[in-house]
């Protein structure tokens, strides 16, 4: 089992940055795939990015493609979401999960552990 902690979020002007940690608890983070999720307000949670347990691979979704970067410490059990270009339409709740699989997903019930989430706001 393992457990997941998001911090970094905030208030940001469009076309600011921001980066997303993710500290995860247990001695097994390294068999974890990670994933990246929103939700804004009145939507569905959407996918953003998403990370084999490796590092190696990467996936992303398109609305954030070559704006944002994701990445992880196997040693330090943490990884991060660069957030660089942002729009007022990234404005959501984001969240860590996990899974317990070698490989990353883009849906959201493949992962079986969440973090409570992080609040980025976008301003205009």
């Known amino acids: 089992q393992v457990q997941l902690k998001e911090s970094g979020g905030g208030l940001v002007q469009a076309g600011g940055s921001l980066r997303l940690s993710c500290a995860a608890s247990?001695?097994?983070?390294?068999?974890?795939?990670l994933g990246w999720f929103r939700r804004a307000p009145g939507k569905e949670r959407e996918f953003v990015a998403a990370?084999?347990?490796?590092?190696?691979?990467?996936y992303y979704a398109d609305s954030v493609q070559g704006r944002f970067a994701i990445s992880r410490d196997n040693a330090k059990n943490t990884a991060d979401l660069q957030m660089n270009s942002l729009k007022p339409a990234d404005t959501a709740v984001y969240y860590c999960?996990?899974?317990?699989?070698?490989?990353?997903?883009?849906?959201?019930?493949?992962?079986?552990?969440w973090g409570q989430g992080t609040q980025v706001t976008v301003s205009s």
């Open positions: 247990g001695r097994t983070f390294s068999l974890y795939a």
């Open positions: 990370i084999n347990r490796s590092g190696e691979t990467t």
């Open positions: 999960a996990a899974r317990a699989a070698p490989g990353y997903s883009g849906r959201h019930a493949s992962y079986d552990y």
